[in-house]
């Protein structure tokens, strides 16, 4: 099914494109397409990959943003999916933009047997098992004092999750011998927690106009943050300490991977 055949309910196809076509850093697809190619894989799968972990991404914004969840009025630049089409409909767009993301990985041109990997391995650090299991433990922590392992499990699932997933998927876009695997499951984690606990320094001191998003949130809300809980230079020493972790995890691929060591210093760079 292609999306824009979607003629039952045009306002649905109308929400989703909202967010998803509103900019957005588009990190999780560049790293799926980095990891194909470091490997030799197949570029356009994991182009097609990219664009449905960008969907799930979106999905996951859009029900961040929800009253019920941290009620934000600004997203990407623009007003938040439900402030412009209500709660109703901007849930139904993350449930869309969820499913339909499935539909692009179930049509994949790859063998059968890898495309079931990847949708394992997508559903699964997508959900329960990861992204939405941390949403859980992010809320269930606002209001309550957390130590920094406590705080690390959060981020690990809630944004670690969807960038391991991002980086194994085109990973799987080619034929990765374990040891490549292993390598870039410890690059992964160490990039999603830099690129978390940078998130939460730029929710202190970042540009709101430069971010597309209101910063202060996460005081707002009473949530535990690096900042909060080791002030603003550790965060900033522990984030080039888990950079520097992240590069030393690509050693065995030499300069094959300069991209994905390029990408470390753009997210490192954001914060200061
Ligand atoms: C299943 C769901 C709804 C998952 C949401 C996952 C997620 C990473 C939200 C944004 O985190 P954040 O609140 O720290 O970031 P931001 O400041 O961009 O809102
Ligand atoms: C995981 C978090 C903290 C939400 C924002 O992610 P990004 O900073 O990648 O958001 P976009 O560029 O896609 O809008």
Redesign the pocket.
Known sequence: MDLEENIIAPKLLTAMRYTLFSG??R?RPILTRMTAELLAGDVVSALKVGAALEMI?TYS?IHDDLPSMDNDDFR?GKATNHRVYGEGIAILAGDGLLTYAFNILANLSLPAERIVRIIQLISDGAGINGMVAGQVLDLEAEDRKIGLKELKEIHRAK?GALFRTAILAGAFCADPEDKEIDALRKYANYLGLTF?IV?DILDVIGDEDKLGKKTGSDEELNKATYPKLIGLDQARAEAENTATLAREALNMFGEKADNLLQLIDYILIRQS
């Open positions: 957005g850093k990190l991404h914004l990407r944004t978390q998130d």
